[in-house]
């Protein structure tokens, strides 16, 4: 397992841990005496995510669908840094952007879910009018 992965790796296990819903493990900062920063890198590593044997099937079973406003708030965060790129990506890993495309395909689907969902339901309302 990598030690100390780049910071374009850490975004995108962030990203992940963010549509499993698996939390940040929060770890005080050293010299602060109430103040934490989030660790990504332990639960990414965890039996929930990568630690998953099934952890490819559990990304292609996910239903974009099914989530939240602020799971995809959260992931908009990390795809519009300016550090979550591509190039950074392929450079740190051969499988990762993959995994990146992946990612943003699920938010982009979530964006036009979100705006489908209301004009299906006007079309049905039509459609019955239609029938009457």
């Keep these: ?6 910071m374009a790796i850490l975004m995108l296990l962030k990203g992940i841990c963010i549509i499993l819903d698996v939390e940040a ?6 010299g602060a005496y109430a ?3 989030e660790d990504w890198w332990t639960p990414a590593t965890s039996n929930k995510v990568l630690g998953n044997g099934r952890f490819t099937e559990t990304l292609i ?5 099914a989530f939240n406003e602020e ?17 950074a990506i392929k450079r740190a890993s051969k499988a990762a952007p993959q995994i990146y495309n992946w990612l943003l395909a699920v938010q982009n689907y979530y964006f036009v879910h979100v705006e489908a969902v209301p ?12 029938k009457q």
């Design 1 to 6: 397992m990598i030690k100390k992965p780049s």
């Design 119 to 130: 004009r299906r339901e006007r079309l049905e309302q039509h459609e019955v009018l239609l």
């Design 71 to 87: 799971q995809i708030a959260r992931l908009q965060e990390v795809t519009e840094d300016p550090e979550f790129n591509v190039q």
């Design 61 to 65: 079973g996910l239903d974009p669908e």
């Design 35 to 37: 103040e934490y920063e």
């Design 25 to 30: 493990k929060k770890i005080k900062k050293e």
